[in-house]
């Protein structure tokens, strides 16, 4: 079965900057896009970011200038540099891949393969 799992989420005081990572099984990378959202608690599932197999990146509005999506496709892995954090990017993200339907990419049920989520928290 296909997995998809997080890591590198963790607390970090404002201004500070965490790596996420996405390592998947029995799935490559770099056959289809891929994907990061985020979801705090009471809200609805985000689109953070978005990686297509043309290169093309998407962003948020919110997180334009201080995230990057990237991947490393030997290691099967994809990323998501977060930098500038502010207490507002606190939120369980996940790692998305496989772009099924023709939806926008910050629509959640565009996406077919989910991670189960990595807990970021940023103070002020």
């Known amino acids: 079965q296909v997995r998809l799992v997080e890591s590198g989420g963790g607390s970090v005081q404002a201004g500070g900057s965490l790596k996420l990572s996405c390592s998947a099984s029995d799935y490559t990378f770099n056959s289809a896009a891929m994907a990061w959202f985020r979801q705090a608690p009471g809200k609805e599932r985000e689109g953070v970011a978005a990686?297509?197999?043309?290169?093309?990146?998407y962003y948020s509005d919110s997180v334009q200038g201080r995230f990057t999506i990237s991947q490393d496709n030997a290691q099967n892995t994809m990323y998501l540099q977060m930098n500038s954090l502010a207490p507002e990017d606190t939120a369980t993200y996940f790692c998305a891949a496989y772009r099924r339907t023709s939806t926008a990419w910050s629509l959640p049920a565009t996406w077919q393969y989910w991670g189960q989520g990595t807990q970021v928290t940023v103070s002020s």
């Open positions: 990686l297509y197999r043309d290169g093309t990146t």
